[in-house]
């Protein structure tokens, strides 16, 4: 139990794309054929991560804390979730 004594679950991750909506994927993309050369900043690292994984790994572990919690062995926590890898 966390110091405000409210359980939770907190996801992070980074650099979230899908095949839909706006996201930094699509709009590489969209700029691709925008322009003939796109420049981008260097100094920054994430692991590009996809939506749908995000979205089957937070349901996985919804369904594990909540068979956990009618136990009595639910934990509040945070999970980094990304994919492998990382690139700039």
Avoid: Y
């Amino acid at each position: 139990m966390c110091p405000s004594g409210v359980e939770h679950l907190i996801f992070r991750t980074s650099w979230v794309f899908a095949d839909r909506d706006k996201n930094f994927f699509r709009t590489v993309l969209r700029l691709a054929h925008e322009r003939e050369e796109l420049r981008f900043v260097a100094d920054q690292f994430g692991a590009p991560t996809w939506a749908r994984l995000v979205a089957e790994v937070m349901a996985l572990a919804l369904q594990l804390d909540l068979a956990r919690r009618r136990t009595g062995g639910f934990d509040s926590c945070t999970f980094r979730m990304t994919a492998a890898g990382e690139t700039s």
